[in-house]
């Protein structure tokens, strides 16, 4: 069993918790995943790591209510604890292995939105600790919405906070800050975006434009977290790649978006599964069992 340190209800529907789970803590990197399950009978649930501690061994997730199994986690408080807690999974962010030297000659811009911002934060994080400073722009449809702002500000080089509605910080997209910032003379070497999969895709869209490589993390897409049930998987570059084994990070400009989110709401039926299987053959990944 892995307990449950801490407990707090960010939003309305957005959750963080701190977990004892020491081995995963002691070998994680930023950009890689958990898969939780609450108990012998609850669903996997892939989940980015938010933040890690090696000295207490303690693992940080944060996750959003959207159906029964998480909101059953919405309900755990401190002392409880998990069944599972496995991980890490998925690859880590490439810029972890890359020379720090090098590395720190690179302007980066990471743009997170809505509880993409959880992810964001480790590797944020991660190049502040190594004396490396990121501009992050972190987006919202709503000022309520908001989440981990005084974390990432406490890392970022700069932290544009933006919203949809205007309610808080800028107003607009997380796209329109991007091209204000380039307006305004900033230049930018690589862009790392995680977020719903529309946002992404509108991001890369705009930056290709702009001609600045883009990172994007396709864990919204995941379902069971181990290559074996097909739901993330994704075209790049004209092959098949499967988020959660060969990701979750992927060059943004050659993510077919379009395809992927079909393929998403195609999935969600029984009649879906069975038609992506046809179609897909062998390389669909069916041993899930819900394509039988």
């Known amino acids: 069993m892995y307990k449950i340190i801490n407990a707090k209800q960010l939003t309305d529907t957005i959750f963080e918790m701190e977990v004892e789970a020491a081995r995963v803590a002691k070998a994680c990197q930023p950009g890689q995943f958990v898969i939780v399950r609450t108990d012998e009978e609850g669903e996997r649930i892939p989940l980015t790591i938010c933040d890690y501690d090696r000295e207490k061994g303690t693992i940080t997730i944060v996750f959003q209510i959207v159906g029964a199994a998480t909101q059953m986690m919405a309900g755990l408080k401190a002392g409880d604890a998990f069944q599972d807690f496995v991980g890490p999974l998925g690859c880590p962010s490439e810029f972890v292995s890359e020379d720090l030297e090098n590395l720190k000659k690179k302007k980066m811009l990471f743009v997170a939105g809505g509880v993409g911002t959880a992810p964001v934060y480790p590797q944020v994080k991660w190049l502040h600790e190594h004396g490396i400073e990121a501009d992050v722009i972190v987006g919202a449809k709503t000022k309520d919405l ?73 864990n919204p897409i995941m379902v069971d977290g181990t290559g074996m049930c097909g739901a993330c998987r994704v075209s790049v570059g004209g092959k098949v790649k499967f988020a959660c084994v060969d990701g979750p990070e992927f060059d943004g400009h050659e993510v077919d978006f379009d395809e992927a989110m079909q393929r998403q709401q195609i999935y969600k039926t029984a009649e879906g599964r069975a038609f992506l299987k046809a179609k897909e053959g062998a390389s669909h990944h069916g041993g899930c069992g819900n394509c039988n």
Do not use: W
């Open 146 to 218: 908001l989440i981990l702002e005084k974390e990432m500000e406490a890392v970022a080089g700069n932290l544009y906070v933006t919203t949809d509605d205007g309610s808080y910080g800028r107003s607009g997209m997380v796209t329109q800050t991007i091209q204000d910032l380039v307006n305004e003379g900033k230049h930018y070497d690589v862009c790392v975006a995680i977020g719903p999969m529309i946002m992404m895709k509108f991001v890369c869209k705009l930056t290709k434009e702009l001609n600045l490589p883009t990172i994007v993390s396709l």
